[in-house]
């Protein structure tokens, strides 16, 4: 994929002039009026947006009439045919200059605004992408975008003496790697899972969870250890590594399906975040994963996005 226009404007509301070359700064591209401090810093429109909207060789559009900063040529990727296919926390890295998308998409200004005015309407709002700066340098038309999606890596770990023995099989950890995965594929992301079968030790668990969080993982699930028995574990080797807790979601849990179930209201559990990563520990029983992670996926990619620094809704 390669960049065929730059363009920038320097009032909101009317559409941008291309360019030759551009400085990207820390909010944005030097003069244009989109930059600022917010998640929208940068736009981007795929060429081929413009094929349906009157760009032709008897009549072409300016770029930059959509109001995008970035015009682009080429797919993505094999996988990824266009920009609108791309997703939140994916980047795009030109030399010095790398941009993590926000957005896809957006709220249309309606027919007042100088775009639709043009055009008769925009085509922005579903497939224009967003982005904010994470390195700052130039760019100039023709270089090159590198596509570089964001692989979720998730660790799910099962405590269990007695699976770990071989005494019998380890059925939730699997399970709940099979979730996960269907989670990621229905939303579009690309990820990874590292699964781990430990016997209810506090330190082994400690230094897996540790080595999961220094290496960058997004999502940790353990399942297991959670009871009131006295090799159960999980949540008090967890709770002090965890930086910032997040308690309704496994108090809903726990009050929904312990209405029915008393014996689900003694078993513990646990959410929240230890630095950029996420942390759930779930139940050891198949039903306890399939209820607890129903309701987990119900607000999971509102919350990635929240860690992100991305209020998407």
């Not at 226009?5 to 009317?14: C, D, Q, V, Y």
Request: aromatic share 8%; hydrophobic share 35%.
């Amino acid at each position: 994929m390669i960049i065929r226009s730059l363009n920038l404007s320097a009032e909101k509301g009317t559409v941008k002039k291309p360019v030759n070359s551009v400085t990207i700064n820390k909010t944005g591209l030097e003069g244009d009026a989109h930059a600022g401090e917010w998640h929208r810093q940068v736009s981007l429109l795929g060429e081929e947006s413009y094929a349906g909207s009157g760009f032709s060789i008897e009549k072409p559009l300016p770029y930059g009439i959509f109001a995008e900063n970035i015009t682009t040529l080429g797919a993505p990727a094999p996988d990824t045919p266009d920009l609108k296919s791309c997703r939140p926390g994916d980047l795009f890295r030109c030399g010095r200059v790398l941009l993590e998308i926000t957005q896809i998409g957006k709220k249309c200004h309606g027919p007042g605004c100088a775009v639709m005015q043009q055009t008769g309407h925009c085509v922005m709002p579903v497939e224009g992408i967003f982005a904010r700066v994470l390195s700052e340098g130039t760019l100039s038309v023709g270089d090159p975008l590198v596509y570089e999606p964001k692989i979720y890596r998730i660790g799910v770990i099962t405590l269990s003496d007695r699976a770990y023995n071989g005494t019998y099989e380890d059925r939730s950890g699997p399970l709940l790697a099979r979730h996960i995965s269907s989670f990621c594929e229905a939303e579009g992301w690309k990820h990874k899972t590292t699964n781990t079968l430990l016997p209810d030790d506090e330190m082994l668990l400690e230094n897996e969870v540790l080595k999961f969080i220094h290496a960058g993982y997004d999502l940790i699930f353990t399942t297991g250890g959670t009871g009131m028995g006295p090799a159960d574990i999980t949540v008090q080797v967890l709770k002090p590594l965890i930086d910032k807790e997040i308690p309704g979601i496994m108090e809903f849990i726990r009050i929904k399906y312990g209405s029915e179930n008393p014996n689900a209201l003694i078993s513990g559990s646990l959410a929240g975040l230890a630095g950029n990563t996420m942390i759930f520990a779930l139940p050891g029983s198949v039903r306890a994963v399939e209820e607890y992670f129903t309701e987990i996926a119900r607000c999971l990619k509102h919350l990635v996005y929240m860690r992100m620094g991305l209020d998407i809704h």
